[in-house]
């Protein structure tokens, strides 16, 4: 299975930016969608964005459309999320998903059980 390896979480003020890795141990049809959730304790986690490798398109939730951009490097098989305009409400773990495909219903990411999923990184925006 592959594995997922996130790193880049930090504390920030409010208006920062922040920069999240996720190093895949491989490029396989398995992790054919990268992206990151969120979760804060006592909340489901959110689908935040992702990437489709093959033809790198984006999908973003509505809470960070035009703030957050994900992207991929095929050479070093990581992708990026650079957040910039971070508010207070951004802050969460973060955690690397990876899955076969990206499948968003309603406004939501929906990935299979088995998807694996990196350790998270937690980002902390103080006003």
């Known amino acids: 299975q592959v594995r997922l390896v996130d790193s880049g979480g930090d504390s920030v003020q409010a208006g920062g930016s922040l920069r999240l890795s996720c190093v895949a141990s491989?490029?396989?049809?398995?992790?054919?969608?990268m992206g990151w959730f969120r979760q804060v304790p006592g909340k489901e986690r959110e689908g935040v964005a992702s990437?489709?490798?093959?033809?790198?398109?984006?999908h973003y939730s509505d809470s960070v459309k035009g703030r957050f951009t994900i992207a991929q490097d095929r050479a070093k098989n990581t992708v990026y999320l650079q957040m910039n305009s971070l508010e207070v409400e951004d802050t969460a773990m973060y955690y690397c998903?990876?899955?076969?495909?990206?499948?968003?219903?309603?406004?939501?990411?929906?990935?299979?059980?088995?998807?694996?999923w990196g350790q998270g990184t937690q980002v902390t925006v103080s006003s």
């Open positions: 998903v990876a899955d076969r495909e990206c499948t968003w219903l309603l406004g939501h990411w929906r990935v299979a059980d088995s998807a694996p």
């Open positions: 491989e490029y396989t049809i398995w992790n054919f969608c």
């Open positions: 990437i489709s490798l093959g033809d790198s398109s984006t």
